[in-house]
């Protein structure tokens, strides 16, 4: 029971150092920017054609003449109250914005992530069983092409191939131009998915399908797989009752860490198919000098990644009985 | 004795490893060469050598584990039937059981009741393993336990106890003992003399000489990787009775038997001496050493030495 009170203790300790870290770490790169948040804002024309005082009323409204420790000590104290602040590109609450854009990130790459998960999980057993055999070189083959190519350059040529000249999916954006919110179906919007989770999941499986298989080598390589050979197991009873049951740990962990990834990727997907998701509103934070916004995605993403990982830890206790029932006593 | 068959009979065993030498270059790395071993119904038969003389290999041979860069030549047979690798495939786990090293052989995420009876939830599965516990006195919460979980003295009862979920008719046993104390190795000797008495054979793989004259009917020795002598066990009561150089000088590292040990190391495959691979090591060796050695039928044994003697040594 102790153990249990002293580990989540750790956890939480853990989740806020962390959160500060990126919360600093995010803030001091918006801050050292060149870029003049004023003049992201109300733009360049209108920035060059304004009086000097009016220049200098809007850099004190921003509060660009406060020294940079006492506005993030402020944005702290304001976030920890529940105010995000507001955002200076969209000029609505972060909150707001974060919890739409979210939203829609949220199915994207909880799909991408399931697909990739599932795919790549399946090509690493498949190909880590027979080593050297026909399905490995394939699986190694696509595994070690797609992970060498960018994720930007590959969401171009699908867009290219499958929405551009195919024309079997809308070529971006997350529901139909100039369609009436009212009038969107889940359909068009599935639709709309379809080719970013697409993307987005090709990628990740490379990664996952190159480390499963790394493990499943490890697994039929190994002295208790030998020795169910002897006691007369055919391959498939041994994949069936020891390489799968033996995988699962490092599968889930590799699961949940690639949680990080998916975020990253997204960022690069949502850009290039325009969908308005949290990764697209980074980037137009970070570019636009939006400081309140990236703070808040900062935040709310490293939240997201530490639970991943978190949840990994906590299952790799539930799942290995070496971890669960080694604590009392064992060897 | 005559009228016992042969359940095991390996004759000119010869393992080889492809590799690759230098760049592309491919090299044929032998590690067994000329290997005969005879295991009889009743019998205990020990194949006695140092680590790195090959033996493991020798019992991953009969039950098709070797890895497919290995080449494999010779005759095997198994309860007079040739052992070819489709059989093998049909007897292993079945006719002839593996009772590994180590506990490491056990998958570390199953339970130990389930693993020995191979997944299998058949009511006649569940009955045997049951009383094969209740044999070997492990108590009825083993079966809930994961292999981390074991004793050692335990985790050799499970292995044996998994060895014989199927009536087996030869029971490879693979250094069983390392790492138990010396009643409980004493222990697991009286339970394979039990299980080769009820008729069947054991081919016992290990480094432990004093062991293996504590319990085994015949002594096979090892040395680089081939069969030296064959002996039977009370051929070393004395060593006068022993044929070979190499198991004299086994016999004279004893403790009882004055504990000296001789100069030199095994030679490694790859620097293989000609002719008799012992020769360098070897006080009475000739120029004749360095050719061909056939084993020989000596006094009820066999010994690849051209220098023993028909007759008893003097």
């Known amino acids: 029971m102790n153990r249990t009170v002293v580990f989540i203790l750790k956890s939480i300790a853990k989740a806020v150092s962390l959160m500060i870290g990126v919360s600093i770490l995010a803030f001091t790169l918006v801050t050292v920017s060149p870029l003049d948040p004023v003049r992201m804002n109300v733009g360049n024309t209108a920035y060059n054609s304004m009086s000097p005082e009016k220049k200098a009323e809007l850099a004190s409204y921003w509060g660009v003449d406060t020294p940079p420790v006492e506005r993030y000590l402020h944005w702290a104290k304001e976030f920890l109250h529940g105010n995000m602040g507001i955002s200076l590109k969209y000029n609505r609450a972060v909150s707001e914005i974060i919890r739409q854009k979210f939203l829609n990130s949220m199915v994207l790459m909880l799909l991408a992530w399931l697909l990739s998960g599932v795919l790549g999980f399946c090509m690493g057993v498949l190909a880590g069983a027979r080593r050297g055999g026909l399905i490995d070189k394939l699986v190694q083959g696509y595994s070690i092409v797609l ?185 | 004795m005559e009228t016992k068959k042969t359940i095991l009979d390996i004759s000119d065993l010869s393992i080889s490893f492809v590799q690759y030498d230098r760049g592309l270059q491919q090299i044929d790395l032998p590690v067994i060469t000329n290997l005969n071993v005879k295991v009889g119904e ?148 009286r339970d394979f003399r039990a299980f080769a008495d009820e008729g069947n054979g054991v081919l016992l793989i290990t480094h432990d000489i004093e062991l293996a004259l504590e319990v085994a009917d015949r002594i096979t020795v090892f040395y680089a990787g081939t069969t030296v002598e064959e002996a039977l066990v009370t051929d070393f009561s004395s060593e006068k009775l022993l044929r070979h150089p190499y198991t004299k000088a086994l016999w004279n590292a004893l403790p009882q038997n004055g ?23 070897c006080s009475n060796r000739t120029d004749a050493c360095e050719g061909e050695i056939p084993l020989r039928q000596v006094r009820g044994g066999a010994v690849r030495c051209i220098l023993t003697e028909e007759k008893k040594e003097a």
């Open chain 1, 147 to 331: 992970a060498s190519m960018p994720t930007f350059w590959i969401a171009l040529v699908f867009l290219m191939l499958f929405a551009v000249k195919l024309q079997w999916f809308p070529f971006g954006m997350s529901v139909p131009i100039g369609m009436d919110p009212a009038d969107v179906t889940i359909f068009d919007s599935l639709r709309h998915l379809i080719l970013p989770t697409i993307t987005l999941s090709v990628v990740g499986v490379a990664n996952i399908a190159l480390h499963t298989r790394e493990k499943m080598i490890d697994i039929m390589e190994s002295d208790y797989v030998l020795y169910a050979r002897a006691r007369g197991d055919s391959e498939w009873e041994i994949i069936r009752r020891h390489a799968l049951r033996n995988i699962l740990i490092p599968a889930i962990t590799l699961q949940f860490a690639s949680i990080s990834e998916i975020f990253g990727g997204s960022v690069l997907v949502e850009q290039v198919f325009s969908y308005p998701g949290l990764g697209q509103a980074a980037v137009t934070a970070g570019l636009g000098g939006d400081v309140a916004l990236l703070l808040g995605i900062s935040v709310i993403t490293a939240v997201f990644v530490f639970g991943g990982n978190l949840i990994a830890n906590i299952l790799y206790g539930v799942i290995d009985p070496r971890i669960r029932r080694g604590q009392n006593g064992g060897k």
């Open chain 2, 259 to 281: 504990f000296r040990g001789i100069e030199g190391l095994q030679p490694y495959v790859k620097d293989m001496p000609k002719g008799c691979p012992f020769g360098p090591r």
């Open chain 2, 42 to 189: 009743g019998e205990i038969v020990a194949v006695v050598g140092s680590s790195g003389s090959g033996k493991s290999l020798l019992a991953h041979a009969i039950l098709g584990l070797l890895p497919e860069n290995a080449n494999v030549v010779g005759r095997m047979e198994f309860a007079g039937e040739l052992l070819t690798p489709a059989r093998i495939l049909q007897v292993r786990g079945k006719e002839i059981a593996l009772v590994p090293q180590s506990v490491n052989y056990l998958d570390p995420l199953m339970k130990v009741g389930p693993q020995v009876r191979n997944g299998s939830k058949k009511p006649e599965k569940i009955r045997r393993q049951k009383s094969l516990f209740q044999k070997y006195d492990l108590s009825r919460e083993t079966e809930e336990l994961f292999p981390f979980e074991l004793s050692g003295g335990m985790a050799r009862r499970v292995l044996l106890s998994a060895a014989q979920m199927h009536k087996s008719r030869l029971l490879i046993a693979d250094e069983p003992t390392p790492g138990l104390h010396l009643a409980m190795a004493k222990r697991a000797m």
